[in-house]
C-alpha cells in the first residue's frame, strides 16, 4: 500500500470511529463499511474458553510432536528398506553397464588434487550448514 493510500484508509477509520461515537446515519460506503468493523470489535466474543484452554493446546502440541517423532522414525526405515532393496536388485544390472566405463577411468591416473580440493568444498558446505543450522535452532529456542 503506497503512503497516500494508506493516509486515506487511516481517515477512514477516523471517521468511522467519529461516526459511530457521535450516531451519525449511514451515508459514505466506505466508512459505514469500517463502522461496522468497529462494532464487530466491540462485541464480545461469542464464545468463552475454558480455564485449561492452554493446558489443553500444549498438551495437543506434545501429542503431535511424539506422533511426529514416530512417523519421521517410521519413514527413515522406509527409506532404508528402499535403498537397501534398489541396491539388491539394480546393482547387478547396473555393476554390468558401468563396468566398461570403470575400466576406462581405472587405467586414467586419478587427480587427486582435485579431488582433495572437492572433498574440502564439501566438508566446509557441510560445517557452514552445520552451523547455520544450529544458529537458527538457538534463535527459535
Do not use: C
Not at 459511530?20 to 463502522?35: K, T
Not at 511426529?68 to 528402499?82: A, D, G, K, P, Y
Request: aromatic share 6%; hydrophobic share 55%; net charge neutral.
Amino acid at each position: 500500500m503506497n503512503p497516500q493510500e494508506l493516509e486515506r484508509q487511516e481517515q477512514l477509520q477516523a471517521a468511522a470511529d467519529r461516526a459511530e461515537r457521535e450516531r451519525l446515519p449511514a451515508g459514505d460506503l466506505q466508512v459505514d463499511a469500517y463502522r461496522l468493523v468497529w462494532r464487530a470489535l466491540k462485541q464480545p466474543l461469542p464464545i468463552a474458553l475454558p480455564d485449561d484452554f492452554a493446558r489443553q493446546v500444549a498438551r495437543r502440541l506434545q501429542a503431535r510432536e511424539e506422533a511426529s517423532r514416530l512417523e519421521q522414525w517410521l519413514t527413515n526405515l522406509l527409506l532404508v528398506i528402499l535403498a537397501v532393496a534398489a541396491v539388491v536388485f539394480a546393482l547387478p544390472p547396473l555393476a554390468g553397464a558401468l563396468a566398461p566405463l570403470v575400466r576406462t577411468a581405472a587405467a586414467q591416473p586419478l587427480p587427486w588434487s582435485l579431488v582433495f580440493v572437492a572433498a574440502l568444498g564439501m566438508a566446509a558446505v557441510w560445517a557452514a550448514d552445520t552451523a547455520i543450522g544450529r544458529r537458527q535452532l538457538n534463535q527459535h529456542s
